[in-house]
């Protein structure tokens, strides 16, 4: 059966979510076909670009018509922070399927009425973290959830990249308001895989900093308003230590998604850089014959059999974007909420919120408790 998708924004992320709706029905033979319907961008010229490159039927530079069009059946939302709580409220009142890029609200407040929103509606909600569904981090949450490690002692996880590293690096939108710094940008997502891995934060302790505090402009110098690095520690539910850090200033880092998992029977190893291996150590046998085995992704694990036969021959970043289409038309199709829903997306914030607090007083803070 066919549904209609609706996106709102068509640039990096629009553009991945098109060819996701585009290639998930032959990938993983879902029951509901997408049908890229409408498309929206900010200029008729870019809207009319994207309809074109990507395959829509149709483009609008009103996310509003979009919203409202009754041949739109879901909406997928690429668009900065700032517009995401408006467009879920008014999809919400319509009736229709929400996927939201991350994070998910501009702010806990806003965070907190989206979740409203989505749990009043009573329909599917889906917020768009990619990495943690690669296959490998799938069977590291199955590993984990197996008891293969034991109970967990420490998680350390980093997302760190370098695309500002250099400090001649031109002032840009990346380098102004809270949102587009490093918390606001690369901290969600390995914020997300420590509550998907290690379970819910309680407290944490954080630093956050610009580490270039200007910029080269056109007109001279222009000065950054957001951070460029953080790092926390913090304590899980479960008991376990935790430390998390992140930074667009990595020099070397490309892609650091990587984290670190310390249990009692064993441990678990991971690195975005190297996204179709998972390392893991079990606690058996002789001490001599003991070690991390590197296990290349396969047919075996989860997601991956839809995409190739050959184990070790891999999946890729738009891979991990069919499979969130695939999850989000099943929770459509079946009712049936799938992580990460709203709410897992609100927790997220109310992380980062609490990090942000915690700098600015030099102080551990309870999660969510301001």
């Not at 984990?144 to 500002?164: A, C, M, P, S």
């Not at 200007?214 to 690095?229: C, I, L």
């Not at 179709?276 to 991390?292: H, I, S, T, V």
Request: glycine share 10%; hydrophobic share 40%; with cysteine.
């Amino acid at each position: 059966m066919e549904i209609g998708i609706g996106i709102v924004g068509g640039g990096y992320m629009g553009k991945a979510h098109a060819v996701a709706m585009s290639s998930v029905g032959a990938v993983f033979n879902t029951k509901l076909r997408p049908r890229l319907e409408l498309v929206c961008a900010r200029s008729e010229k870019s809207a009319n670009r994207y309809k074109d490159e990507f395959g829509f039927a149709r483009a609008t530079t009103s996310w509003r018509d979009l919203v409202l069009d009754d041949k739109v059946d879901a909406i997928v939302i690429a668009s900065p922070q700032e517009t995401h709580r408006e467009i879920t409220e008014l999809a919400f009142a319509q009736g229709k399927p929400v996927f939201c890029e991350k994070p998910l609200g501009m702010s806990v407040d806003d965070s907190v009425a989206m979740t409203a929103a989505a749990k009043a509606a009573g329909v599917a909600n889906m917020v768009g973290f990619n990495y943690i569904r690669t296959p490998a981090s799938q069977f590291a949450r199955k590993l984990i959830q197996d008891g293969k490690i034991g109970d967990i002692t420490w998680f350390r996880g980093e997302h760190t990249e370098d695309f500002l590293a250099d400090p001649e690096m031109h002032a840009s939108w990346r380098t102004n308001g809270r949102a587009n710094g490093t918390m606001g940008d690369l901290s969600p997502h390995m914020i997300n895989a420590a509550l998907a891995l290690a379970g819910p934060i309680t407290e944490l302790v954080a630093e956050i900093e610009t580490v270039f505090d200007e910029r080269p402009s056109a007109d001279g110098t222009q000065a950054v308003t957001n951070d460029d690095q953080a790092q926390l520690m913090c304590r899980f539910a479960s008991g376990a230590m935790g430390h998390l850090y992140f930074s667009r200033t990595a020099t070397g880092r490309k892609m650091g998604y990587a984290y670190e998992i310390t249990g009692t029977k064993g441990a678990i190893r991971f690195d975005q850089e190297d996204q179709n291996a998972l390392w893991f150590y079990e606690m058996k046998g002789p001490e001599a014959e003991r070690g991390f085995k590197k296990i290349l992704i396969g047919p075996s694990h989860p997601d991956y059999l839809a995409f190739c036969q050959g184990p070790g021959h891999g999946t890729g970043y738009q891979d991990q974007i069919i499979i969130e289409a695939k999850d989000f038309l099943h929770a459509i199709e079946t009712g049936e909420p799938t992580w990460p829903t709203f709410e897992d997306g609100l927790q997220v914030n109310r992380v980062v919120e609490t990090a942000f607090v915690s700098s600015k007083s030099k102080s551990w803070q309870k999660v969510g408790a301001n």
